[in-house]
């Protein structure tokens, strides 16, 4: 078996606010059809990792080779109270220069988002108003995909189709990258890291998920 792509290859990334260095380093790389998660306390420098992959933020030193389009999923929801979900999906669709919403369609209905098409974003529940952001990052079937919190306001039954939905765009050849303070799921990863002091460093995956109730939402 050949050895697969890597799609996304960070080295020696660096990046400081003032006299606050938060990343001293970064080392690591996303191979095509790879889950990967990167797991980081609060204030670690996750979201800033995160936004110097995708091309939002400039590193102070180092180097980013990205391979195919990037669909962004960022933790803060990039949505427009006062357009529709409906309205987004073609701003959108013009933006990616897409023929169709056919993709865009698929995720939303798997999300429950499609009976919200003619509600203003700004109606939306933090959950409801996530499911958009990911449907945004998802609609262009990008080869690279960099999430931050994804499931942030997620009840039981939309993480398992989060995660569902994730694990075909990886075993379609997708590369996914998956950043969170959270450990559940661990063993859901192909390869998992940790965010600590500025660098990243390979991380023992945790003991399988506690069951939670059907009901439940998953922490922020």
Known sequence: MSQRENT???V??????????????VRFELREGELLGIIGENGAGKT???????GILKADRGTISRCGDIGYCPQKIVVND??????????????YHLENLDRAV?????????????TKAGMLS???KQKLNLTLALMHNPRIV??????????WENYL????????????????????????????????????????????????????????????
């Open 12 to 25: 020696d990334l660096h990046k400081s606010y003032g006299h606050r260095s938060v990343l001293r380093g």
């Open 161 to 220: 189709n989060f995660w569902a939905i994730t694990t075909e765009l990886r075993d379609q050849g997708c590369s996914v990258l998956v950043i969170s303070h959270i450990a559940h799921d661990t063993e859901r990863f192909d390869r998992l890291f940790r965010l600590d002091s500025g660098v990243v460093v390979p991380a023992e995956p945790a003991g399988p998920p506690a069951r939670r109730p059907k009901n439940r939402q998953v922490a922020s």
């Open 146 to 155: 960099l999430m931050d919190e994804p499931y942030q306001g997620f009840d």
């Open 126 to 128: 933090g959950g409801t």
């Open 82 to 95: 006062d357009l529709t979900v409906a309205q987004h999906l073609r701003y959108f669709q013009c933006a």
């Open 8 to 10: 996304l290859t960070v």
């Open 106 to 118: 698929e995720v939303t209905e798997r999300l429950g988002l499609a009976g919200y098409a003619d």
């Open 48 to 54: 800033t990792l995160l936004g110097l992959l995708a």
